[in-house]
């Protein structure tokens, strides 16, 4: 269905051609697949233009970004982001870690294995991923296994009696738990970033491991190539988990950058994501896909409205839109017709939980992080660890 990915996950089903498929074409499609039921716009006015223009385009001539920074790689080619939803998004972690399980014969220093994440317990579905987790360390006894995260657990999880025993369960199989945070207020950092890194193998997602109870979400999951692999797994261990220097961290993410791997780094105001996404919506000539969590930004909001006055034709996808966007984008839609859309994806069955830009059919930003101006205003999410890849259709 998705082909040339690592991971031959359980993936969401939807309408694809037959062949291979681009990075590009699997998220346009899964976009397609998810908006079928044509919502309501959440402007509430006529919708005239849909996501199916954008998935029969997906064959033409792709076009270059006149914008675009030669300084940004992107993902090697092969890659195809994997859709899925609740539970099956739980068994692609729970995949990963046991696929690589097995300890190869010719390894003879100690594995290592890293969820880096916002959130993760052991209730109801996401039991599977620690079960996993339980399962490799009595394989690999000797292991170096990290949960790098904000929280253990929903807020109302934490005390209660479960709770006590899920930290007792992680004490007990040598599990460390590194708490990607601080004190409360405007300086407080958090990790919002998601992946699991095995030794050299590394599995990006945008999904927490938490329960997939009451909101069920669709998301994306990617397997990094080796090279790019190995140089996230070099940051891991020096930043994340080995307090590298600024210089340190600004040279490996730098690597990352190179190789298509996007980092947002709160510790060393590093935003690579941010600097992506604004080359994106900036460097789009004829059409531009914008689909994130939120749109409360109104300088973001009037670039995409200046974008479609140049001649773009610009689709926002959004979950939660603020006043002053609300309205400035209706009347850039009542002026601007077919060239500027928006839709409410909250009413979408499943409701997406990834943040995406596509710029041309050509270059895609596919992460964990929205807008920074947004992020910057938010303190639960304002001084965030965040991770993303870079895709190039073709």
């Given amino acids: 269905m998705l082909a040339n990915n690592n991971l031959n996950g359980s993936a969401r089903p939807f309408p694809a051609e037959s062949g291979d498929t681009s990075a590009i074409d699997a998220i346009l499609r899964c976009a397609a697949y998810l908006s079928h039921s044509r919502t309501k716009n959440i402007l509430e006015l006529p919708r005239d233009i849909g996501h199916d223009g954008f998935v029969q385009q997906c064959g033409t001539q792709l076009l270059q970004l006149r914008d675009r920074v030669p300084v940004f790689g992107t993902l090697s080619p092969g890659q195809v982001p994997l859709l899925t939803n609740g539970l099956d998004h739980l068994k692609l972690f729970e995949k990963f870690i046991r696929d690589n399980t097995p300890r190869d014969s010719f390894q003879r220093i100690p594995r290592n294995l890293t969820v880096l994440n916002l959130s993760m317990c052991d209730q109801g579905d996401a039991k599977v991923v620690m079960d996993a987790l339980i399962d490799f360390r009595r394989h690999n006894p000797d292991a170096r296994i990290s949960i790098v995260v904000s929280k253990l657990g929903p807020t109302a999880y934490l005390g209660t009696l479960e709770y006590q025993l899920y930290v007792e369960r992680l004490e007990e ?92 780094d709160p510790i060393a105001s590093l935003t690579y994501i941010s600097r992506a996404q604004h080359t994106l919506l900036r460097g789009a000539r004829h059409d531009l896909l914008v689909s994130v969590s939120e749109l409360v930004d109104t300088k973001i909001t009037k670039l995409l409205i200046r974008r479609a006055a140049n001649g773009v034709t610009v689709t926002i996808q959004v979950r939660e839109i603020d006043n002053v966007s609300s309205k400035i984008l209706t009347q850039a839609m009542r002026r601007y017709g077919k060239r500027i859309s928006v839709e409410d994806v909250s009413c979408w069955e499943l409701r997406p939980h990834y943040n995406a830009i596509i710029a041309d059919f050509h270059l895609a930003y596919l992460g964990t992080s929205y807008f920074w101006p947004t992020q910057r205003n938010m303190i639960h999410q304002g001084r965030s660890l965040e991770n993303g890849v870079l895709l190039e259709g073709g």
């Avoid at 990607?180 to 919002?192: A, K």
């Avoid at 790019?228 to 307090?243: C, E, T």
């Fill in 173 to 264: 199989n040598n599990i460390h738990v590194d708490m990607f945070t601080g004190v409360e207020g405007p300086t407080r950092q958090v990790v919002h970033a998601k992946a699991i890194v095995i030794d050299e193998r590394t599995f990006f997602s945008t999904g927490a491991i938490v329960d997939t109870k009451p909101i069920d979400k669709a998301d994306f999951s990617i397997e990094l190539p080796c090279t790019a692999s190995k140089a996230f797994q070099a940051y891991m261990q020096d930043v994340v988990l080995g307090g590298a220097s600024d210089e340190q961290r600004a040279k490996l993410a730098a690597r990352l950058d190179i190789l298509g791997v996007l980092i947002n």
